[in-house]
């Protein structure tokens, strides 16, 4: 896991995980950490008859930081493809530095692909703790051991195949 919030012109919140990102990035925000937030959300998702793009729209709107806020709709399903589409919305946006909020398995992975898909802008990272996700004791429970193995999957097949494409 790394965690190391860095003071930055926009924080990125992944796509994934719907209360501990968006809730570490609000934090982070009110720390002086950013400017704005802009929050990835599957484009083509629902959830009943709502979209996702819609409800992260709604919960947006309801925030007193609303007007610090946006929503990236992303179609990518992987970390790199999402990193594709993030580019675009955060072109919209000024400033290079880019703190990226993702759960706390995942930050390593993540940091490591943003920085090599996306040049000219630098980036930071911070953790959202989730207990029902993942601990620091893995092994001591079943869903945290499965996600261990998950993320280990996924980093090493980041590391020797998706790197080099």
């Not at 493809?81 to 919305?89: F, G, I, T, Y």
């Not at 530095?97 to 398995?105: A, E, Q």
Request: net charge negative; proline share 4%.
């Amino acid at each position: 896991m790394v965690d190391d919030p860095q003071p930055s012109d926009v924080i990125l919140v992944l796509a994934g995980e719907t209360n501990y990102r968006p809730a570490r990035a609000l934090e982070l925000l009110s720390r002086g950490y950013g400017r704005r937030i802009v929050i990835d959300v599957p484009a083509a998702s629902t959830i009943y008859e709502f979209t996702q793009v819609d409800l992260a729209e709604k919960y947006i709107h309801d925030l007193p930081q609303s007007a610090t806020m946006s929503v990236c709709p992303i179609d990518g399903l992987s970390t790199r493809d999402e990193s594709h589409d993030a580019e675009k919305c955060l072109a919209r946006e000024s400033g290079n530095r880019i703190l990226i909020v993702t759960s706390d398995f995942h930050t390593r992975r993540a940091l490591g692909i943003f920085q090599h898909e996306i040049r000219g802008k630098s980036f930071a990272i911070a953790a959202a703790h989730d207990d029902a996700e993942f601990g620091t004791r893995w092994w001591s429970r079943r869903e945290w051991a499965k996600t261990c193995l998950y993320e280990w999957m996924r980093l090493t097949w980041w590391n020797v195949i998706d790197r080099w494409r």
